[in-house]
């Protein structure tokens, strides 16, 4: 589907690709720009995590960007680190508006504009395309 | 045009991280599309579209791409036929039913 969209300056296009590692194991991803890893701070989140990056280095995908989510401490930073080797690009706060947004059925944006993880993705969307 | 994947473990908080990401984008004045490759389609609700608005999403790409032969058009057509609009320079759309999508 990417390949077969026209080229539109100014345009982002956004996917959201299913859960786990197959949806990038599969094809050849070379329309990928960056690949966002989202990975939670316990073991099987970041092996998933760890797959999903080597993939992506095979698959030769430009940009590779890790979001810690749903950290609750400096420990959690420091597990993600440990165990991908690497610096998180941006981190993402445990944070209860977005826990209740999702109860709602709403956006967390029009929930809590204000909430500490709205302000961190602020910072990684500004970042995104640079 | 930038494309970026959102990709984590089910249960990691990706379909919010796209959404949300998705949102700032187009305040910033981006022309974004977004599209919900995921088994299990969220999306529209971390943009904001709602529960039953994003139910309906799910209907309307059933009924518009039922299973059959491939469609004889441009994806780009195909995009803003189905395509619904969640804001001002932001859309949605689902992706599974484009899996034998033949540009013509």
Redesign the interface.
């Given at each position: 589907m990417l390949a077969a969209l026209e080229e539109k300056p100014g345009r982002v296009v956004l996917v959201d690709l299913g859960g786990g590692v197959m949806t990038v194991a599969r094809g050849d991803q070379s329309q990928i720009d960056t690949l966002v890893v989202v990975v939670e701070p316990y073991p099987r989140s970041a092996e998933v995590a760890r797959r999903l990056l080597e993939m992506a280095a095979a698959k030769h995908v430009g940009r590779r960007i890790v979001v810690a989510n749903k950290v609750a401490d400096d420990q959690d930073v420091a597990f993600i680190r440990e165990f991908l080797g690497l610096e998180p690009d941006a981190v993402i706060p445990v944070d209860g508006a977005v826990r209740t947004a999702d109860r709602l059925g709403a956006s967390p944006i029009d929930h809590d504009r204000a909430s500490p993880a709205v302000g961190a993705l602020r910072e990684l969307a500004t970042s995104l395309l640079h | 045009?930038?494309?970026?994947?959102?990709?984590?473990?089910?249960?990691?908080?990706?379909?919010?991280?796209?959404?949300?990401?998705?949102?700032?984008?187009a305040e910033?004045?981006?022309?974004?599309?977004?599209?919900?490759?995921?088994?299990?389609p969220n999306?529209g609700?971390?943009?904001?579209l709602?529960?039953e608005r994003t139910e309906r999403l799910l209907g309307a790409r059933e009924a518009l791409l039922p299973d059959g032969p491939a469609i004889a058009c441009?994806?780009?057509e195909v995009?803003d036929d189905f395509a619904a609009e969640v804001g001002e320079r932001l859309r949605i759309v689902q992706?599974r039913k484009?899996d034998h999508?033949r540009?013509g």
């Open positions: - | 045009m930038a494309k970026i994947a959102v990709a984590g473990k089910g249960g990691s908080g990706k379909t919010t991280v796209a959404g949300v990401l998705a949102r700032l984008l910033d004045g981006h022309d974004v599309l977004t599209v919900d490759a995921d088994e299990n999306l609700i971390s943009l904001g709602g529960v441009s994806m780009e995009v992706v484009f999508f540009p």
